[in-house]
């Protein structure tokens, strides 16, 4: 009378290694696919799984979301006269209690460029409903000339002055013409994140959204840290 319980279970494991067996073949012909894209371009390809990422970009809120937070597939190289770091991202949180306790995995494609000039913090996404429910307790975000670009997209930073003079007329026709994911500059690097594990192709694109976005900030805004200044004169 043990016999079907330990056929269900048996049917469960092998399912189970099935699955792993799966998803470590998928994750072996994605690395393949990193690697030659990387050579194509002579970019430098590691597999390798790397931890501790909000300890590297301690200013990128989404490295600081969940657990079990970790990169690979990391690609760095140059991309539109700016340095570029591009990788898969992986991190997971859990609702629920006792039996009914779930899992969600959150894996994304993070594509950052890397200017000859310092950044201030800005984040730009898409613009949800719940944002715009907030904007009536008064809890907004910075809004533009253009009511189709705030609309669509959402933008915050501590210095008002330095989102406007990010988001010109021009970065914002630009911007309306794609779809740009998520958005967010510390004060050295712009992160785009793909709220999706992309093919490797998408890197370009991506990449192309972050260098106009960089190429677009006026002259005036590309302030010279103090450590780069010349000294004084005598």
């Known amino acids: 009378m043990f016999a079907v319980p330990f056929l269900f279970f048996g049917v469960f494991l092998a399912v189970i290694v099935v ?3 799966v998803g470590h073949a998928q994750a072996g012909v994605r690395r393949e696919r990193f ?4 050579a194509e371009r002579g970019w430098h390809y590691s597999a390798a799984t790397e931890r501790g990422l909000e300890d590297r970009y301690p200013e990128l809120d989404l ?13 760095t190289g140059s991309a539109a006269g700016h340095a ?42 898409g613009e949800h409903v719940f944002d715009r429910l907030t904007a009536a307790f008064g809890w ?25 003079d990010v988001i010109t007329a021009r970065t914002m026709a630009f911007l309306l013409d794609r779809e740009a994911g998520s958005m967010q500059m510390d004060h050295v690097r712009l992160m785009l994140s793909l709220r999706q594990v992309s093919d490797p192709s998408e890197i370009l694109p991506a990449s192309d959204t972050a260098a106009g976005l960089l190429d677009g900030i006026p002259d005036y805004a590309r302030i010279t840290p103090p450590s780069l200044l010349p000294p004084p004169l005598p």
């Open 19 to 21: 699955i792993a067996l």
């Open 35 to 38: 690697a030659a894209f990387a």
């Open 63 to 75: 490295f600081r979301r969940g657990s079990n937070r970790y990169g690979g597939n990391f690609l």
């Open 84 to 125: 570029l770091t591009a990788f898969d991202y992986h991190y997971q949180t859990s609702s629920g209690s006792g039996k009914n306790r779930s899992t969600q995995h959150h894996r994304f494609t993070v594509v950052m460029l890397q200017p000859a000039f310092p950044l201030k913090p800005l984040a730009i996404r």
């Open 140 to 164: 907004d975000d910075i809004d533009f000339e253009s009511g189709e670009f705030s609309g669509k997209y959402h933008v915050s930073s501590p210095d008002r002055r330095w989102a406007f």
